[in-house]
């Protein structure tokens, strides 16, 4: 039994090894919940009259996706049905997130000041 | 007809200067003081057709001052091979560019004015591209069966008033001198589904051959996930004369429903009374369409999965005759660099030898005058990354139909056509 189930416990603590070294173990961010279009640009440039709550809503209604600024970095959210809660609200992310396709692998989200 | 001509190019090209003129003030990327009318007009394709909300148009954005302006071009050069004795072989290229400016007036309102150009009249020499079992319209005189025309110098100029009446709610009015009335699915050329594939479709005039149409007037109203609109234009079908701007009285008519469900997919059905659509042929047209348009948006920004079936029907006032197509087409991104695509469709043809009317005479005394033709293509293109600012890509694509018994001594038991092509668009700002 032992002998048959050896490759497979080594296998994952390969992988499990090869995660670590990538650094995918989950982070918190904080920051606003934005849109790729605005990004890092004020809301009130795009949409003057709107809140910046509106503005994230009316802007992901198209193509448009919910991102998070944290400083001056946007990072696209994984889970774009949460975010619609949070529009233009500072919150906190819990997640991996891939520099290559800038997304944030959202594993939780909460408002910064913990309401 | 010259004033109003002027006019409109005045109106557009206007917009277009005053946009760039305002260059000395603030130019950046992105969209400034926008409104919802403004965001509405944004997602539209050409004229008032609206790809799925969560296509990405691969679209330049820059404003300069209070004015937006947006960009998109695509071109393929493309060499075709299509079989048999009716077949041919080409090196031509399909192409366009768009360009909009938008200015906001007021709090609730949006202008913008829109300029769509190809250089297809001088790309395709001929005034065609061999495509097996493909009709419509004329090339030196003759009608065009086994080939495709090009698109007009002007595929598109016209102007969009857009106003939001209520929460969720904006009404558009639309005139156009070249435009695309409110009638069939989003053109191919415009159609998320149809990207990667440089060919049109042989349903096109059964479906959406109006979206370049002379004297284009529309009115819509949209709220919510529903749009209704309405258009009045002139009907015939572009003249050999690539180069200019052709005019003529609001002859036609058409009504087109919208449904957005959700972000992912689009659905209409549309109606409309086209007066003497071909030069040739006798007689008005009334087309119905019904289509459904899903994307899927993949994790590399920009990329998505996107499909539409089409369904169009012309009924003939002049033959009298039905005539259905229908059209089922995607495009399936794999990874970060590949692409496959593929359309079938199904069209009942009456004009495949309507260029040589003894042969036409003989079939319709034997086997009828109507054929249904199935078109069955699959494609791969792969991007290959050169330019900044350009997505550039090589591609291939192979087409075989199925076809009745009694036109096959004229296209042969297996007619097939294949295209390689390379494939350039504007690319946007990751």
Redesign the interface.
């Known amino acids: 039994m032992m002998k048959k189930s050896g490759p497979a416990i080594a296998a994952a603590c390969t992988l499990f090894a090869a995660c670590i070294a990538r650094g995918e173990s989950p982070q918190t961010f904080t920051g606003i919940v934005t849109d790729?279009?605005?990004?890092s640009?004020p809301h009130s440039?795009?949409?003057?009259?709107k809140t910046a709550a509106e503005c994230v809503r009316?802007?992901t209604?198209?193509?448009?996706?919910y991102a998070l600024i944290d400083g001056t970095a946007v990072m696209?959210l994984s889970d774009q049905k949460t975010p619609a809660r949070y529009a233009g609200q500072e919150v906190r992310v819990t997640g991996v997130y891939d520099e290559k396709?800038?997304?944030l692998k959202v594993e939780s989200i909460e408002l910064a000041n913990g309401k | 007809m010259f004033r109003k001509i002027s006019f409109f190019c005045i109106l557009s090209a206007g917009g277009l200067l005053s946009a760039s003129l305002h260059a000395q003030e603030r130019v950046g990327t992105g969209m400034v003081d926008m409104n919802p009318a403004g965001l509405y007009l944004m997602n539209l394709a050409s004229g008032t057709s609206q790809n799925p909300l969560s296509w990405a148009m691969p679209m330049l954005m820059i404003h300069f001052g209070h004015w937006n302006t947006m960009l998109m071009g695509n071109a393929f050069v493309v060499d075709t091979q299509q079989s048999g004795p009716r077949g041919g072989d080409k090196l031509y290229s399909t192409n366009w560019l768009m360009a909009s400016a938008a200015h906001r007036v007021g709090a609730k309102g949006m202008f913008e004015t829109n300029l769509m150009l190809s250089l297809e009249p001088a790309t395709i020499t001929d005034r065609r591209y061999p495509l097996l079992f493909q009709t419509g319209e004329t090339a030196y005189g003759q009608p065009i069966a086994d080939g495709q025309h090009p698109h007009n110098l002007i595929m598109g100029l016209g102007v969009h008033y857009a106003y939001e009446v209520a929460e969720n709610t904006i009404v558009d009015l639309y005139a156009a001198p070249v435009g695309d009335p409110a009638l069939g699915p989003i053109a191919y050329p415009h159609r998320a589904s149809a990207l990667e594939l440089p060919q049109a479709a042989i349903s096109h005039h059964w479906q959406d051959s109006t979206h370049i149409s002379d004297d284009v007037v529309t009115l819509g109203i949209s709220r919510g996930k529903v749009k209704v609109e309405a258009s009045g234009f002139h009907g015939a079908e572009p003249g050999e004369n690539r180069w200019i701007i052709q005019q003529g009285t609001i002859d036609s008519w058409s009504a087109r429903l919208w449904y957005f469900p959700a972000k992912n997919w689009a659905a209409q059905v549309s109606g409309g009374r086209i007066a003497h659509p071909e030069a040739l042929a006798p007689g008005d047209q009334i087309r119905l369409t019904g289509s459904l348009h899903y994307t899927r948006p993949m994790a590399r920004e920009g990329s998505a999965w996107s499909s539409s079936f089409v369904w169009g029907r012309n009924h003939d006032t002049g033959t009298p005759h039905n005539l259905n197509s229908y059209l089922a087409e995607s495009v399936v991104p794999v990874g970060a660099r590949n692409f496959i695509t593929g359309r079938a469709e199904l069209v009942d043809k009456d004009e495949l030898f309507s260029d040589e009317p003894e042969i036409e005479e003989r079939l319709a005394a034997s086997a009828g005058s109507t054929f249904r033709v199935g078109s069955y293509t699959i494609g791969y293109t792969r991007d290959i990354p050169m330019f900044e600012r350009l997505e550039t890509g090589i591609g291939f694509n192979f087409s075989a139909y199925s076809l009745p018994a009694a036109i096959k001594p004229w296209y042969g038991d297996h007619p097939a056509g294949g295209n390689v092509f390379i494939r350039i668009r504007l690319k946007p700002p990751a």
């Open positions: 790729t279009m605005c990004g640009k440039n795009m949409l003057k009259d009316q802007c209604r198209g193509a448009y996706r696209k396709s800038k997304t």
